[in-house]
């Protein structure tokens, strides 16, 4: 059984930081396009983060990483405003290159900055 399930959300100040984790099971992470996404109240889920792309209001402040040992995936998020307020997910696509390829997505994590 599959699962990714995300921790790391948090209320915290504008300007403070936070680590985002995605925990993956039932897959190697590593064979699989891992991206995070975000859902705001009354907004559509946008993509935030990617291997090769960042939406442009966070490129700068946040970056995602990955450790295989953990089968991890991580979003760190640096100088958070107000309007990173969302629900975060994370979603695995694949396995890369293969012939039927699946998507997964977590549960997602709520991430609240406000003062």
């Known amino acids: 059984q599959v699962q990714l399930v995300e921790s790391g959300g948090d209320s915290v100040q504008p300007g403070g930081p936070l680590r985002l984790s995605c925990a993956a099971s039932g897959l190697t992470a590593s064979r699989y396009d891992t991206k995070w996404y975000r859902q705001a109240p009354g907004k559509e889920r946008e993509l935030v983060a990617a291997?090769?792309y960042y939406l442009d209001s966070v490129k700068g402040r946040f970056s995602i990483s990955r450790d295989n040992d953990k089968n991890t995936v991580y979003l760190q998020m640096n100088s958070l405003k107000a309007e990173d307020t969302a629900v975060y997910f994370c979603?695995?696509?694949?396995?890369?290159?293969?012939?039927?390829?699946?998507?997964?997505w977590g549960q997602g994590t709520q991430v609240t900055v406000s003062s």
């Open positions: 979603h695995a696509h694949g396995p890369v290159g293969a012939l039927w390829q699946y998507d997964y």
């Open positions: 291997t090769t």
